[in-house]
């Protein structure tokens, strides 16, 4: 007996097959690049983020082989998929390209993962191991301008000069600043460095 193949049947089943790889092709691309599915009420929600946390741990960065800034943290965590590291209990140490280092405390704080520049507040102490001191509020270092911005009640002591206010612009050497709002500067005197 000689059976032979129906040209029809063939094009369903090839169909068939085809229709059910673009359906299992679409449902794996939905389950590899996240979706945004509808809930029960008719609005859209978004597929919830992976927020990593780690206790009692040390951070840095490195550029072309120098350590940039090294901190102790009691907590770090990234709550927004790895594009930024919240920090807590902050001790650690800026090194600077002058070969200075500046030694830094902060309840709290935060880095840019692809980046070198920080930000500290809740009361921030830095202190510069060739001298000079800053305190403030909140600062933000731009590692590549070498920018150091302190805000809230600011005060910085470098060799004979003291200056306060609610804003410093400077560098992380301490040696000139911008002074913004109830600015203070004094030159000449002793001035402690707490």
């Known amino acids: 007996m000689l059976f032979r193949s129906h040209p029809m049947k ?12 673009v359906v299992l092709v679409g449902v794996f691309a939905w389950l ?7 809930d029960a009420g ?20 490195t550029e072309n082989g120098k350590k940039i800034w090294e901190f102790t ?6 709550p927004d998929g790895g594009n930024t590291n919240n920090f807590k209990d902050i001790k650690g140490k800026v090194f600077l390209n002058n070969g200075d280092v500046m030694d ?13 520049d920080f930000s500290l507040e809740g009361g921030v102490k830095a202190a510069l191991a060739k001298g000079g001191t800053l305190v403030a509020e909140k600062i933000s270092w731009q ?7 302190a805000t809230g009640k600011v005060k910085i002591v ?23 709002g109830h600015a203070l500067v004094e030159k000449g005197g002793n001035y402690d460095e707490d």
């Open 10 to 21: 063939n094009k369903q089943t090839i169909m068939a097959v085809v229709a059910g790889v």
């Open 32 to 38: 590899f690049w996240g979706s945004i599915v509808p």
């Open 42 to 61: 008719g609005k859209k929600t978004v597929t919830p983020q992976i927020s990593a946390k780690v206790t009692n741990t040390t951070m840095s960065r």
């Open 73 to 78: 943290v009691g907590e770090a965590e990234s």
């Open 104 to 116: 830094v405390s902060a309840p709290q704080g935060s880095a840019q993962v692809k980046g070198n």
């Open 143 to 149: 590692q590549k301008e070498d920018v150091l911005t």
């Open 158 to 180: 470098h060799d004979d000069t003291m200056a306060k206010g609610d804003q410093i612009i400077t560098s992380s050497k301490l040696v000139q600043f911008k002074v913004k």
